[in-house]
Structures are given as structure tokens and as C-alpha cells.
């Protein structure tokens, strides 16, 4: 808190100072909803759902609020959210309820061309959908997941951009948002990052460096193919840490390496726009921090030994299973006012098992609408995507506060 106190303090004044060109503004979405998840009872992972605990039947309200208040030399923007979540699972119950703020925001503008920041917020780039390999804190972007809420990394950070096409951000993390301090890797972290757009293009470099890991280096691009047609692509190249280890030869236990060795992950995708605004979009990822077919085959045979082997194998997951992915996504025109909808599907090339999900959301009237999400896996118990459950539905409602 200490990093923050000077810069707030210094914001402060100015904003005091020019308190009556303040623009303000400010709006949110009152959700609620209800899921229900059927999980495997075959499961090896999680055997009588002794071991994870998921719940079977969640119910949520949430506020999401946004606030902004700005003009020519300072902008302070907020995002607190307000919730209460019941969740179910077997003969126990829990509640909670809680508030935090997802993001906020100070920023200065320094000079010509020059931005301070100090806050809260969710880093992440590029046009992936499935994972973002070029973020070393989001390579889960949940953009698969309309309903998901990322909560932000605490930094200040300095912006030069000399021009329209280009920038140049240095930026010091000093917290990931509400995780816990012990369990936060990416404490006191340097990143940099690097930008440039032009006609039809644009591309990013990133670096970033904390105490408990290797550097990381990252990089994102897309180009657009006439009015209809885009390419992108991400790759990071990273260690990763407590990194659990499945060897194929099953006469060997699991082992956890402190550090993986460094490997790179890459992203290729495309989208192409139809006449009526609707997107197709078409995704490969190749992580080569994942199992083999082998060795993840290995890893379904460990934690099937013992509910002591299958704990380690769950807690300790990898972020990805296996190594290769593919992720396709239809989904609505983006401008149309009465809904919107999406629906995906993503291939575990390595192990052979699939999951499809959809979102739906209808306008009633201008304050209400409601919506709807399902996953829905096929595969054995041995297969990444229905490892744990089979099937998700929520629904749910919400209504504009302005």
C-alpha cells in the first residue's frame, strides 16, 4: 500500500484542484442466476466428489458497478462488485457474501505523450479466445466464459506514446488483485510491454520479470485480410513453478520440479466475418508445457491408484492437460440490440475429448433481460474435458442500473 500512498495522494490534490471540470459518470448490471452441475460419479479425480468439493447447485446475485470520473488532465475509473453466492454440494450448504473491487484506476497525464498510472487492472492483449499465451498473467483470458469477471493486478506503471501507432508501458506489479500474498507468484513483478498499429495491423512485445520466476517473454499480432478476414497469432515462452510431472513408464511416481524447463506455447487463429455480422472463428493451441497422449494417460492411471495420488494429481493440475487444442466459436453480431449469443467448441487433440458450450442472452426491454449458459462434455473419466463433470446449465437474469 505504501507504493500507492504518494501517487494517490499527489492525484488527490489535483483532482480537489480542478474539481469543477470534473466529468462524472457511472452505470452497472444487477445479476442473478442459479447453476446446476452434474458431476461424474465415476470420477478419478474426484472419487464421491470427496476431493474437490465442487458444488452441485450455485445460486448468485452480484452487483457489477462501474464508476468514472475524469477531464483534461486526470481519470480515476472503478469497478467494485457486491455479491452473495449460496453453494450445494452433497448434504453441506455455504454462504457468502462479499464486496472488492474487480478494477480501479488513477490516471495522470503527465506530459505530451506521457501517462502515470496507479490501480487495479486486468492485463491482458490480443485476439485469442480459448487461451492468451502472450499474457503471463491471464493465459486463461475468460473470454470462453461470457459470465466471468477477471479481477485485476495491482500496479503503477508509466505509458509513453509518441504517436497514434505507437507505445512503450513500464509497469510494476505489486499484487494480483485478491489473491493471497503467499500464494502470489507474480508479486513485485517488471513487465514491459511494446505496441505498434497501423493500417490493418497490429502487434505487441512483452517482457516481464518477478523474484520467483524465470522472465518471461511474450508476443501478439494480427493482420486483417480485407474487410472480412483476420489472422492472429500469440507465443510466450516461460518456466513454469511446482511443475508436476507424469512420466509415461507408470513403474515411476508423480514428481513436482520446482521449475519446468522453458517451452513455448503458440496460438494461431482466424476469424471471418459474415455478410450479416455474425463471426466465425477457428483456433489451434499448442502448449508445450502439457502432457503427452502417453503421459497424460499415465496421469489418469496415477491418480486412479489412491484418493492420496488422485488429491495430488487435482490440486496440482497443470493449467492444460495435454498439448494440443482446437477451439472454434460461432457466435451473433455483435451490434444487434434485441440478444446475443455464442456457441463453442474445444478438442483435446491429445486425448481425444471434447466439450461445447453455449451463451444466449434476449433483451426484454431496455433495464431487463435474461440468459443462459450450458457446457456439456463427452469422453471417459480419463479425458481432460470430462474429467469431473458431464454437464453445466445456468440461468439467469439481468438488469441495467443507470
Known amino acids: 500500500m505504501k507504493v500507492f500512498a504518494i501517487p494517490l495522494l499527489a492525484l488527490s490534490t489535483v483532482a480537489f484542484a480542478e474539481e469543477s471540470s ?4 457511472w452505470d452497472g448490471t444487477l445479476y442473478g442466476y442459479a ?3 452434474a458431476l461424474r460419479t465415476d470420477s478419478v479425480l474426484n472419487p464421491g466428489n470427496q476431493i474437490a468439493a465442487i458444488a452441485k447447485r450455485t445460486d448468485a446475485g452480484e452487483v457489477r458497478l462501474n464508476f468514472k470520473a475524469e477531464n483534461e488532465a486526470i481519470r480515476f475509473t472503478a469497478r467494485p462488485i457486491l455479491a452473495a453466492r449460496g453453494r450445494r454440494a452433497g448434504s453441506w450448504t455455504m454462504q457468502k457474501n462479499e464486496g472488492y473491487l474487480s478494477q480501479w484506476q488513477v490516471r495522470v497525464r503527465a506530459a505530451e505523450g506521457w501517462n502515470a498510472a496507479a490501480g487495479r487492472e486486468v492485463l491482458n492483449w490480443g ?8 499474457s503471463p498473467f491471464y493465459f486463461d483470458n475468460g473470454r470462453s466464459d461470457p459470465m466471468r469477471e477477471l479481477v485485476g493486478m495491482d500496479s503503477v506503471k508509466l505509458t509513453w506514446t509518441p504517436d497514434m501507432q505507437s507505445s512503450i508501458t513500464l509497469a510494476r506489479i505489486v499484487g ?20 505498434q498499429r497501423g493500417d490493418g495491423y497490429a502487434v505487441g512485445f512483452v517482457a516481464a520479470k518477478a523474484a520467483l520466476h524465470a522472465a518471461f517473454y511474450g508476443a501478439h499480432g494480427q493482420y486483417s485480410v480485407g474487410d472480412e478476414t483476420m ?23 508423480f514428481s513436482v520440479l520446482a521449475a519446468s524447463p522453458r517451452r513455448n506455447t503458440l496460438l494461431m487463429g482466424t476469424t471471418y466475418t459474415l455478410l450479416n455480422g455474425q463471426s466465425l472463428t477457428a483456433e489451434y493451441l499448442r ?6 497422449t502417453a503421459e497424460e494417460a499415465a496421469y489418469f492411471s496415477r491418480a486412479s491408484s489412491s484418493p492420496l495420488s488422485a488429491g495430488q494429481a487435482l490440486s496440482m493440475t497443470p493449467r492444460l492437460l495435454g498439448r494440443d487444442y482446437v477451439h472454434l466459436v460461432w457466435q451473433s453480431n455483435l451490434m444487434e440490440s434485441e440478444g446475443y449469443w455464442r456457441m463453442m ?19 426484454l426491454n431496455e433495464r ?6 450450458a457446457v456439456v462434455t463427452s469422453g471417459t473419466p480419463h479425458q481432460e474435458a470430462s474429467s469431473l463433470f458431464s454437464r453445466s446449465i445456468t440461468l439467469g437474469v439481468k438488469v441495467a442500473l443507470h
Open 22 to 25: 470534473m466529468n462524472t459518470s
Open 35 to 37: 447453476n446446476g452441475m
Open 127 to 134: 485476439a485469442a479466445q480459448f487461451r492468451s499465451p502472450s
Open 176 to 195: 494480483a488483485g485478491r489473491v493471497a500474498a503467499a500464494s502470489d507468484d507474480w508479486r513485485n513483478t517488471w513487465l514491459l510491454k511494446a505496441d
Open 231 to 253: 489472422v492472429y497469432a500469440e507465443i510466450g515462452s516461460s518456466e513454469q513453478l511446482a511443475a508436476l510431472q507424469s512420466p509415461a513408464d507408470l513403474a515411476q511416481p
Open 287 to 292: 502448449d508445450n508445457h502439457g502432457f503427452t
Open 345 to 363: 467448441y474445444t478438442r483435446s487433440v491429445t486425448d481425444g475429448g471434447n466439450e461445447l458450450g453455449g451463451y444466449g442472452e434476449t433483451t
Open 368 to 373: 431487463l433481460s435474461v440468459f443462459a449458459t
